[in-house]
Each structure stands twice: as structure tokens, then as C-alpha cells.
């Protein structure tokens, strides 16, 4: 998961790692990303299914996520969720983060 609040237009990086009860990555049935921009419009991306979320290796998966803002607003959240899904459809285990995205305003001086 990212560590600093991204600027508006930029694509940060989210991250999550699965592993089973003894330490040994897994990689569940289903995939899903579930993204609520600060507009509050809900877009869910499952694994496989488009390009947005990416395997990168057993258990390890990513999304870059372009953030944006509407025009006036200095800063708002991302609400960000991953669920993973055994082959009968139970939830095996989600990862959530919430990401404050941040504008740069000119400085003006008069």
C-alpha cells in the first residue's frame, strides 16, 4: 500500500499479498478491487477479467490506480478494497486503504 498521500494525476500503486495459514503464498479463486472515488462513483475491477489488477507473482497482486480530482477541490479520498474469493464464492480475506489525494495550487503572490 502506498505510504504518501498522492497528488491528483498521478498513479499510485496498491499492493496486496496473500498467504495461507502456513506462510505459503496463495492465490484466491476471485479477485476483486473495489475503488469509491471522493465523488462518491463505486468502480469494482476483478483479476483476469480486465488489465487493471495485475499478478505479479504467486499470492502478490497490484493496481495503479489514476487518481483525479474535480476542479476546485483541494484534496479527498479513495476508498480502496481488495476481496479475495475461494472457488465456492466465501470471502477468503480483503485488505483495505483510503487514500487522501492532494492538489498542487499555485502559489501566487500579489
Given at each position: 500500500?502506498?505510504?504518501?498521500a ?11 499479498f496473500?498467504r ?12 476483486n478491487?473495489r ?15 480486465g ?12 493496481v495503479?490506480l ?13 476508498q ?8 465456492h464464492?466465501?470471502a ?18 500579489s
Amino acid at each position: 500500500m502506498p505510504n504518501a498521500a498522492p497528488l491528483a494525476g498521478s498513479r499510485p500503486r496498491i499492493s496486496v499479498f496473500f498467504r495461507d495459514l502456513t506462510n505459503v503464498a496463495v492465490d484466491p479463486t476471485t479477485l476483486n478491487f473495489r475503488v469509491t472515488n471522493p465523488e462518491k462513483t463505486e468502480v469494482v475491477y476483478v483479476y483476469g477479467v480486465g488489465t487493471e489488477v495485475v499478478r505479479d507473482s504467486a499470492g502478490h497482486y497490484h493496481v495503479d490506480l489514476p487518481v483525479t480530482l474535480p476542479q476546485g477541490w483541494g484534496n479527498g479520498n479513495y476508498q480502496c478494497r481488495f476481496e479475495a474469493f475461494d472457488a465456492h464464492g466465501d470471502a477468503l480475506a480483503a485488505a483495505e486503504v483510503v487514500l487522501e489525494v492532494n492538489t498542487r495550487y499555485p502559489t501566487r503572490w500579489s
